[in-house]
């Protein structure tokens, strides 16, 4: 990879030209800070503003110095949000007399409704692009994620056009600007199963709501009554998952807190992704209270369980369930971060339900429900799934 964290043929080099000095003065730094979907924003709305003033010097500003950073992205860009950056750029080159048709063909590629910016009379008002080439019939191998210009893709694209190419991996995210060019032939590589762990995504945070039990007998006693309780829940909790190479995942979580009285929730499974689902087997181990006369009794709990989750960019979700003759669970969470960063606050929302069926003795028989629900609040990692 050149200097210029930009992949270029012979024929490419003049598009680059304009960035030389600030990308060879981005190599020298010993740290690349974070690119963020904020800062990219930021830059997208400087472009603009630049070509509102007709201010052609400002609009290579704002792109010399996101040239400067395409290795230091922290995210994956929205395919509109790179459209509409390469637009404004082709309706600079074109004032400028650069080659502008690579950019333009390649946001209308990526969004064909995208505002062109300009009036109706101006040349690339209704410039219409070649087709695009035909991608080069090689499938990405299974477990390498490789987006181009904001998009998954599952076929290697072929070597033509203006894109932001990027790549997912165990160390974090990779990213270059491809003009012409293949994308690196090592991005291909499958990575060896157990090689290395990648931390995948998780969360950290506290949960706060209600929580409430209801309990049936079938012989009460002064002991064991019917009865149930309703109250305040808060507790902390820890999510996640590991990644072993590509193909498969260890799908992990703790939680405990008062709910009303202290509860301990452990689980533990095996994750093979399928698309954006990540569906898991596993066992869920935990404690809950019996609510009796003089106070409550600790019992322990495990079950197999079934679940499946999904993270889509900032937005994540699971569902699981688990069953024994002794206990039935039913849990859905979601969560919201706040930014694709590798760190980022999230806020989400849970929901709990369990059924107990225990006996005490030969012949009493409890039945007790215990439900909590809630918000959660912490810190998330892992970025984009």
Known sequence: MNNLDCVMGPTARLLCASFALASVASAQESVCAPLTEDDFLDSIAAAHQALLDEDVDAHERVMTGLQARVSCFAFIPKPEQWANLLVGASIV?????????????????????VNRMVGSRHPLAKWEPPPAPATTGQEAPEGVRIYFDGELVTEVPAASGYHLAQRRTGDGLVSVLLIDEPIPADWLVVPELGVAVDLGWGFAGVAAGGAGTSLSVDSPGTYLTDGGTIGAAIGLDVHGLLRFGEGFGLRYGVSAGVAPAFGFDALLGASKPIGPLDPWVGVVLGTDSINHTDGASSVFLAAPALGVGMKSGQIGTNVRVAAAPWVIQAQAAGSYAFSEGPVAPFLGATIDFRQLMLSQGDERKLSQGHWTAGLRVGLAWGGAQ
């Not at 074109?94 to 969004?111: D, N, R």
């Open 93 to 113: 080159d074109h004032a400028t007399g650069q080659p502008w048709e690579a950019k333009l063909a390649t946001a209308l590629a990526i969004h064909p409704r």
